[in-house]
């Protein structure tokens, strides 16, 4: 995942919300409900990124995915482990059928 693209995405979903509530704290009713402002904002910022933060988030997506696959495609050090004991226990491991 790149970083620049978490960031970026992060960054324009925090001004999606505190742009609207900076406007609605300027009218003198919000102030006095504060709570009220912050759910609308948050409101309004999730319609905004829904709209319109579809690439970033499609982005930090297939990043993320693409980190996890690679994960998951890469060997772990308990199967490297196994394969070194089973290796160097050659026959004589509990498995093998004696002849």
């Known amino acids: 995942m790149k970083a620049r693209s978490a960031i970026v995405y992060s960054v324009l979903r925090l001004l999606a919300f505190l742009v609207p509530f900076g ?41 993320l995915a693409d980190r996890r696959a690679k994960a998951r495609t890469s060997v772990s050090d308990e199967d490297a482990e196994d394969a070194a004991a089973d290796a160097a226990a050659g026959t004589d491991s509990p498995e093998a059928p004696k002849a």
């Open 23 to 63: 406007i609605m704290m300027l009218f003198p009713i919000m102030r006095e409900y504060y709570w009220l402002a912050a759910i609308f904002a948050a409101l309004i910022g999730l319609s905004l990124s829904v709209l319109f933060l579809r690439k970033p988030l499609d982005d930090v997506t297939s990043g």
